[in-house]
């Protein structure tokens, strides 16, 4: 089943902070972010595994909840190259297909 | 390091018609992963092949088909076409070995039109 990523759009300013949000109905092994920029293929970003660890990237980083089967990725001190959408993906084992939320719009403006 | 490689890149075919879509993967991997993309559905996942085997099946009907081969290129087959297979199909490959980060790296994509 389908991941939920909520909201499914946001427009920031240069600078600002935000949280695009993942949620599953199912037990989760691992959750992958990756982000696509318009006309491009989707880029990998971080997997977080279960345990509740979090992970960073630059000025992107995301938390696991696995009790609560949910993820979130915040996107602090935003940049224009940050605009894309943003896809949580989940997998219920480590042998599972990794199946996609329906995607996260963001626009950062100056 | 070559990326993913996808054949061809754009494509119109019109109803009944059936496609075949290439895809090699990074030198090394040999997992491939199809996926459809569409505005309203977003990535829907097709298949993975692994070692020329199906490992996963997305749930899409029978008429979608896919097989590996021994170099681990990836062909995806859509038979019978419909004007709502028009869609963006992406191909991702990953090494999938014990303790492989699960990384997928993408291709460009091949863009089907279906008139």
């Known amino acids: 089943q389908q991941p939920v990523q909520s909201p499914q759009a946001v427009i920031l300013r240069e600078g600002e902070d935000a949280v695009i949000n993942c949620s599953s109905s199912?037990?989760?092994?691992?959750v992958h972010w990756y982000r696509q920029k318009h006309g491009e293929a989707p880029v990998f970003l971080m997997i977080l595994l279960k345990g509740g660890e979090q992970k960073g990237h630059e000025k992107i980083s995301a938390s696991f909840n696995e009790k609560k089967q949910q993820s979130s990725l915040y996107l602090t001190a935003s940049q224009l190259s940050y605009s894309g959408t943003y896809f949580c993906?989940?997998?219920?084992?480590?042998?599972?297909?990794?199946?996609f939320g329906g995607g996260t719009r963001l626009m950062v403006k100056p | 390091k070559a990326g993913v490689t996808q054949t061809p890149r754009y494509l119109i075919k019109t109803r009944g018609q059936q496609v075949t879509l290439s895809c090699s993967p990074i030198s090394g991997h040999r997992s491939v992963s199809w996926y459809q993309q569409t505005p309203g559905q977003g990535l829907q996942f097709l298949f993975e092949?692994?070692?020329?085997?199906?490992?996963n099946k997305g749930n899409f009907p029978g008429r979608f088909s896919g097989r590996q081969f021994s170099n681990s290129r990836s062909e995806m087959n859509v038979s019978t076409l419909e004007l709502g297979d028009s869609a963006l199909y992406l191909c991702?490959?990953?090494?999938?070995?014990?303790?492989?980060?699960?990384?997928?790296?993408f291709g460009e994509g091949s863009r089907l039109t279906v008139l």
């Open positions: 092949y692994f070692s020329e085997t199906q490992r």
């Open positions: 199912k037990a989760l092994y691992s």
């Open positions: 991702a490959s990953s090494l999938r070995r014990p303790k492989d980060t699960g990384e997928l790296f």
């Open positions: 993906g989940t997998k219920g084992n480590a042998g599972n297909m990794l199946t």
